[in-house]
């Protein structure tokens, strides 16, 4: 079926750093979205993006929506300990009868460095 | 997670039993869905509804049932519980389908970590 390819799986961060992470598809989303899941948690909504091009931030994220329609990236700056959680990107798919639903890519893990 | 809400967070099963998975949701949202959550699995839809009275599959929906008898509620059905159904399930909801803007943004409720041994 459809993916989702989330890239990296996982990563550690310091204090301070940036953090850049990417989802890619073969099929073109007409939305993007990030989520965020604390450990124990659901997954919360962080980004939503609806155009091509579209370059949207929430704090010290930013997230864009890639031109081509089949990517997008996730971009966490100065990033701080309770950054870490596991990011996934989601957009909604329309063939194969799934009339919209969402589906995710398997998450980018972000850990600090010990 | 404001606003959805799953019982139980934990549950033991032993293979062959049956339980139920209730979701409530108090957004007056038509949508709601159930998911699974494996390992390096990402999430996966498991089904879904439209509306009240309304269900449908999603990628995952074998070994599973579910009812939809009131707007605010959601539940998923184990009927002969196996291994392979050990995950944490996750019920969702949005007021309509992702893609046609913000109306349409998934809300997801903390979790039920299930175990079947």
């Known amino acids: 079926g459809q993916q989702l390819n989330q890239s990296p799986q996982s990563m550690f961060i310091q204090e301070g750093e940036d953090v850049s992470m990417n989802c890619t598809s073969s099929?073109?989303?007409?939305?993007w979205l990030w989520y965020k899941q604390d450990p124990g948690e659901g997954p919360v909504l962080l980004i939503a993006l609806y155009k091509a091009g579209e370059l949207t931030s929430n704090g010290r994220l930013t997230a864009q929506f890639g031109i081509t329609r089949k990517d997008s990236f996730l971009n966490i700056s100065a990033s701080i300990p309770s950054d870490v959680g596991i990011y996934f990107c989601?957009?909604?798919?329309?063939?194969?009868?799934?009339?919209?639903?969402?589906?995710f890519g398997k998450g980018t893990k972000l850990s600090v460095k010990p | 997670n404001a606003g959805v809400t799953q019982t139980p967070k934990f549950r033991v099963l032993k293979t062959g039993q049956s339980m139920t998975l209730l979701c409530a949701q108090d957004?007056?949202?038509?949508?709601m869905y159930w998911y699974r959550q494996d390992p390096g699995m990402g999430l996966r839809l498991i089904h879904y509804?439209?509306?009240?009275?309304?269900?449908a599959k999603g990628e995952v929906p074998d070994g599973y049932n579910v009812s939809r008898l009131k707007k605010q509620n959601f539940l998923l059905g184990l009927e002969s519980a196996a291994p392979s159904q050990t995950s944490v399930y996750f019920c969702a909801s949005s007021r309509g389908l992702a893609g046609g803007g913000a109306k349409n943004i998934k809300y997801f409720g903390a979790g039920t970590r299930l175990s079947v041994l």
């Open positions: 989601a957009g909604p798919l329309w063939s194969g009868g799934s009339q919209g639903n969402l589906i």
């Open positions: 509804s439209v509306g009240e009275g309304t269900t």
């Open positions: 957004m007056n949202h038509e949508y």
């Open positions: 099929s073109i989303f007409n939305t």
